[in-house]
Structures are given as C-alpha cells and as structure tokens.
C-alpha cells in the first residue's frame, strides 16, 4: 500500500503529557498537511510543508502544537501538556505541490485518534 | 466561521434513488471544490472535484453540479446503493498565495441507504 501512513492509530495518554504521532506521506508528494477532526465535523486545518519548510500555521496551534518535516519526506506533530479538549482524530495528507492537475487532490491517512483522560 | 456550509446534516435514502447534498460558500476567491467520502475508522477520500469554469462535472454515479453566480455546489449520486452510506463532505480551496492547496471543509453529510 503506498497511500498515507499514520502511526500509532490510537492513542490514549492522560492530561498533561506530552504525545507525538507521525505521518509518512506518499513518496513523490511534497506537499503535507496536518488537519484535526471532532466528532461531527469536517477536517479544520493545522498546518502544511512544502518540502521541509512549514509555510503556514493555523491559529488552532497553539504553543503547545509543534509539527515537523526535517527532510522533506516523513513528519511528526507533537502535543505537549496535553489538555482533554485535545481528544480529536489528527489526519495528515499529501498532495503534489508542483502539477496543476495534483493541486487540491489531498489524499489522506487513516488518522491517529487521541483520547485525552 | 464555516467557510463552507454544508446541508443536509443526515440524510437517508432508499436503493436506487438519488442523494442530493448541497453546499454554499462566500470566498470568491476559492477555485476549486472537491468532493470526499468518508467510511468510520478511516481517512476521507476523494471522490470527484470541480472548477468553477464549468458548471457540471460527472463520473459514473456521482456529479457536480456548480452554480458560480449563486456560489453554490451540489453533489448527486444517482442509483445510490448502500455501500454509499458513508460521510460526505464538500471543501473548497483558495487560488493565491501561500495558502494554495489548503481545504475548507464543510460540516459533513452522514447519508444512509436503506436496501
């Protein structure tokens, strides 16, 4: 399967820790995205990369979010000092960034789902 | 604010009819607007996407009909089978800047087909 890979698939940890999930996107898609999704909603956006660089941030990442892509291929989003309203579903996607054909077509992971006690 | 509204919230429908789920949107600056399918436990999938240069766009049992000066689109899925019951939600993107490839999503449409 070369679609979007996301790891762990759970997750429960209790308030106050910190947790970091990874997204290894499809290969030759150079841009990643992080959104969140409750339950009864759509996907809100979190941040994206081009390559290594993170060219936006929403401001639903607060200071405790922090994701990286220090090569340009995998990535993680750390959440420290976790709360309870953190408890969502994080999806990463990927998408081609430089082919006007592949511009919108997301394609995303199974999600990791953090349960926050 | 939802850039993107979405209706209905659910909807059912028995095999073999069609399914409607509309959407709205504002920015007239988005300039394309995808469709996706979601099953529980599992990522969204895109299912079929639009331009505003053209008004209807079909594939199979799925169709986009857009309406650019009412900023509506709608998503019909004709000869709906159960295996469609799933989430469905429209999404939008904006053409400039640093933000091109970023999603609005709607709030999602939980359709169930009854056999």
């Known amino acids: 399967d070369t679609g979007v890979s996301q790891d762990p698939r759970h997750k429960i940890t209790k308030r106050g820790q910190n947790v970091t999930f990874r997204c290894d996107p499809i290969?030759?898609?150079?841009?990643l995205y992080w959104y969140r999704q409750t339950l009864g909603q759509g996907p809100e956006f979190l941040t994206y990369f081009q390559n290594e660089a993170q060219l936006e941030k929403s401001r639903l990442l607060s200071d405790r979010f922090s994701a990286e892509r220090p090569k340009g291929s995998f990535s993680t989003l750390e959440i420290q000092r976790t709360e309870q309203g953190d408890s969502a579903m994080y999806l990463c996607a990927s998408s081609l960034g430089n082919r006007d054909r592949g511009l919108g077509a997301l394609h995303f992971g199974n999600g990791t789902r953090l349960t926050v006690t | 604010q939802q850039q993107v509204k979405q209706s209905p919230q659910s909807l059912i429908v028995q095999k073999g009819g069609i399914s409607i789920i509309n959407c709205a949107y504002e920015?007239?600056?988005?300039?394309?607007f995808p469709w996706y399918q979601q099953f529980p436990g599992k990522g969204p999938a895109l299912l079929i996407a639009?331009?505003?240069?053209?008004s209807e766009k079909k594939e199979g049992r799925f169709t986009i009909s857009f309406n650019k000066s009412a900023k509506q689109f709608s998503l019909h899925i004709m000869d709906s089978q159960p295996g469609d019951s799933a989430t469905y939600f429209c999404a939008a993107r904006r053409r400039e800047g640093s933000t091109l490839g970023r999603l609005y999503f709607g709030r999602g449409t939980q359709l169930t087909v009854w056999p």
């Open positions: 920015n007239t600056a988005f300039d394309y």
């Open positions: 639009i331009r505003p240069d053209v």
């Open positions: 290969s030759e898609h150079n841009r």
